[in-house]
């Protein structure tokens, strides 16, 4: 029996996130402001040069601004698990007012998107 070896979390996750990119560049509309952040593990000396620019941990992959309002969405492969800290900044968002979502798949982007009102410019 042969065991086949699964890639890294992260990597699959990388993949997820392209893939997504990539469709959101056709499918959202112009008046949709989206962009990705990267939010990895710098190491001690570097990390603390980020935090002391107030860059903190948590934040979701995905930020989307429509007409006014920032949408925020983490992206996890489906076996992929929350943070605590990206627990604690999805809900701190949602305190906030700002709709948050947890999407394991392009559908869940699009499902999402459509029910905080975003008029996309195709389907899947």
Not at 64 to 89: A, H, N, S
Request: glycine residues 8%.
């Amino acid at each position: 029996m042969m065991m086949r070896r699964h890639r890294p979390i992260q990597q699959r996750e990388s993949a997820l996130h392209t893939h997504i990119w990539e469709a959101l560049q056709t499918l959202l509309p112009s008046d949709c402001l989206a962009w990705s952040v990267e939010n990895n593990n710098l190491g001690p000396i570097r990390g603390k040069s980020h935090v002391a620019r107030g860059c903190i941990a948590g934040v979701p992959d995905l930020h989307i601004l429509y007409r006014g309002r920032l949408l925020l969405i983490e992206l996890k492969i489906p076996t992929g698990r929350l943070t605590p800290k990206q627990q604690e900044f999805l809900a701190n968002a949602r305190h906030c007012g700002a709709p948050t979502a947890v999407c394991r798949s392009l559908e869940d982007v699009v499902a999402f998107l459509k029910e905080q009102g975003v008029r996309l410019k195709g389907a899947l």
